[in-house]
């Protein structure tokens, strides 16, 4: 396949494009910083998602068969870059043509409120009782700004007339390539409490070929 990947230097992106490789895709990665990528066999687009360039990210999706994002703030200042980028990215894709995206989630999304759900459910119905009452709790308030941008690009990915997969993990972890992860449609997994970044990389890649996910969001964990 011919995959766009964003945000290919960070922590979960740098998995996605070693992995992308290994099986024989070919790759365009979008990266803010250029000097980050030591890989000659990867077209590389330089563009900040924090701050869109529209004619860049049209340049880096066309032709691509699928686009893999891993978009994410990594500090207080960058708010928004999820769904920002995320809206830039699918705006380009509507005019290239290009079709099918799997971005990167996280697990206690389904209950965090966003300006196209107000009112999401209190609990992911694969959440146990400890996690329900204790464990997603405290996640939404000390990310609460982390998981509303993330929140706010599921409300991106909803409204857009494309094939979309958005994968929520749980923590994530420095562990291994496993491949031995749990997935569940539209819910978490219970007793899911970690997924290594290797893992949901791989996750990422795998749903490029299950049609059942396009148009719902996946649960991923150990």
């Known amino acids: 396949m011919k995959l766009t990947i964003l945000a290919a230097t960070g922590a979960t992106g740098r998995h996605l494009l070693t992995q992308a490789l290994a099986a024989g ?5 979008v990266v803010r910083n250029p000097a980050k990528l030591a890989e000659p066999s990867v077209r590389t687009v330089t563009a900040d998602l924090s701050h869109p ?4 990210l049209a340049a880096a999706v066309e032709g691509a068969d699928a686009v893999l994002s891993a978009l994410g703030a990594t500090s207080s200042s960058e708010p928004g870059v999820a769904w920002r980028g995320t809206e830039a990215v699918v705006a380009a894709m509507h005019a290239t043509g290009v079709r099918r995206i799997v971005t990167l989630s996280a697990a206690p999304i389904g209950a965090v409120a966003s300006p196209a759900r107000p009112n999401p459910p209190k609990h992911d119905p694969g959440d146990t009782f400890l996690m329900r009452h204790l464990g997603a709790p405290l ?7 982390h998981y509303a941008d993330l929140a706010r690009m599921e409300d991106v990915l ?7 997969t958005s994968v929520r993990p749980p923590r994530l972890t420095n562990g291994p390539l496993t491949a031995t992860y749990r997935t569940a449609l539209d819910r978490n997994l219970p007793g899911g409490t970690s997924a290594s970044r290797a893992d949901v990389a791989h996750c990422m890649l795998a749903t490029l070929t299950r049609p059942d996910t396009i148009r719902h969001t996946l649960g991923v964990a150990r």
Do not use: I, Y
């Open 158 to 164: 909803r409204a857009a007339p494309l094939d979309w």
């Open 53 to 56: 360039d529209p004619e860049a």
């Open 139 to 145: 996640t939404r308030f000390f990310l609460r700004e």
């Open 25 to 29: 895709h070919q790759v365009t990665a």
